[in-house]
């Protein structure tokens, strides 16, 4: 049975982690790993988050000595992590209980590298609001223009990361970023359309500003794909517009 790395960057997430936390014990699935990646200056959730860990002995820890960011502290982890496969979690998300061992089976049984799955929208209180269903199949020339992968949904082998792929320091869209790398290397990334995990959103999940959000979606296309100043301007505008479809 192949282990499973979950890594999970924690910042300011205290109402949330414990139930993301027992989303990841309470799996069918039981051959995983935890890491939490305590990514917050003030140090005031720390006991707490040290109490969490002491739930199971599968649960790590690793403290930043500064804010690094959700990417690179995702980096750290995967450095560090022993799992044949990496899923990712984010502290106020949380999975269904057949989640791992579903999607771990797809991959095996088909030989995919990379999958996401479909997913609930929850508010504060857990209440279903939305759903997102995953596209069959996405590669790189479709990814430029739409982002349909919920980074809580996605499982991938841990082979395909290197020091050269990975997540970028940028404050959103780090994701982004590194699912674009790894289509334009020629990976194919499946989606599962089945609802496998629920992803809170919450005004503090809006992961910085509207104007932080346009920069970092310039950046993404003008730097790490490096796209002209105008072509990154039109897909921006195309990806915005595709978000906004998304939302209504």
């Not at 499982?155 to 790398?181: A, G, H, Q």
């Not at 499946?190 to 999940?205: A, C, P």
Request: include cysteine.
């Amino acid at each position: 049975m192949d282990l499973v790395s979950i890594i999970m960057p924690y910042h300011k997430k205290r109402e949330y982690i414990k139930s993301a936390i027992l989303s990841v014990l309470n799996q069918t699935y039981q051959n995983f790993e935890i890491y939490i990646i305590f990514d917050d200056e003030n140090i005031d959730d720390l006991p707490f988050i040290n109490e969490i860990v002491t739930l199971d002995n599968r649960i790590n820890l690793i403290v930043n000595k500064s804010n690094l960011g959700a990417g690179e502290s995702r980096n750290l982890a995967i450095m560090r992590c022993g799992g044949n496969f990496i899923a990712f979690l984010d502290c106020d998300d949380w999975w269904h209980p057949n989640k791992l061992e579903f999607q771990i089976n797809f991959m095996n049984v088909n030989n995919f590298l990379f999958t996401h799955t479909s997913y609930n929208i929850i508010d504060k209180d857990d209440k279903i609001i939305g759903c997102r269903q995953s596209k069959s199949d996405i590669d790189f020339l479709y990814l430029l223009k739409s982002c349909d992968i919920g980074l809580s949904t996605v499982v991938i082998k841990k082979n395909l990361l290197s020091m050269d792929i990975c997540f970028p320091n940028l404050t959103t869209k780090e994701d982004y970023v590194l699912w674009l790398r790894l289509a334009k290397k020629g990976y194919k990334i499946h989606g599962i359309d089945k609802i496998l995990t629920n992803w809170r959103k919450t005004k503090n999940s809006l992961s910085g500003s509207n104007f932080q959000k346009i920069m970092d979606g310039f950046i993404v296309y003008n730097q790490y794909m490096s796209f002209g100043y105008i072509k990154s301007i039109l897909y921006l505008f195309r990806l915005s517009i595709n978000a906004l479809k998304k939302n209504k």
